[in-house]
């Protein structure tokens, strides 16, 4: 019994230190690198409190969006940066691990696409260029992986205007 209460203990403290850890990173790449001021709008930008901003299409908990906190944060989710952390917001894997769905509420890619959608993002299932280039996710919006790939490509070809870094160089020409 004693064992068995000290590993619910370790992992709930793994548990604990990788919702810090993603929450923190998340926060750090929208204030760090960039001059988002639409962010000072709100109180937390922990991840339950940033559903709440992601824009209407393709949100992965639609009962959460509230339009006064999408509002201000439109422009952010419409960078490049921005595009890519929503697009980890509204991952299953984000959702599972900071609670998403409420009792009553259902992630629009439901469940049985849960695990399928973790394999095409973070490595599991198809590798290479299939997955880079796999379409849609199941709940509509790109998935994380392909948001990335479109990222990078732009980079590479220099255009960094609508990167939603500080101080980007100016587009190539």
Do not use: Y
């Amino acid at each position: 019994l004693e064992k068995d209460k000290s590993c619910a203990e370790l992992a709930q403290r793994v548990l604990s230190l990788s919702r810090n850890l993603i929450a923190d990173a998340i926060a750090f790449l929208l204030l760090a690198p960039t001059t988002f001021s639409q962010t000072d709008a709100f109180a937390s930008t922990q991840v339950v409190a940033l559903w709440k901003s992601l824009p209407t299409d393709g949100h992965p908990l639609p009962l959460r969006a509230d339009p006064l906190a999408q509002k201000p944060m439109k422009e952010v989710w419409a960078t490049d940066l921005g595009s890519v952390l929503a697009s980890v917001l509204g991952h299953s894997s984000c959702l599972r691990l900071f609670n998403g769905p409420s009792s009553g509420e259902e992630q629009a890619s439901g469940p049985s696409n849960l695990a399928l959608e973790d394999q095409a993002d973070f490595g599991g299932g198809r590798r290479g260029e299939d997955a880079e280039n796999e379409g849609e996710g199941a709940d509509g919006g790109p998935q994380v992986r392909q948001k990335i790939s479109e990222v990078r490509s732009r980079f590479s070809q220099g255009s960094f205007k609508s990167s939603g870094f500080g101080g980007a160089p100016p587009t190539r020409r």
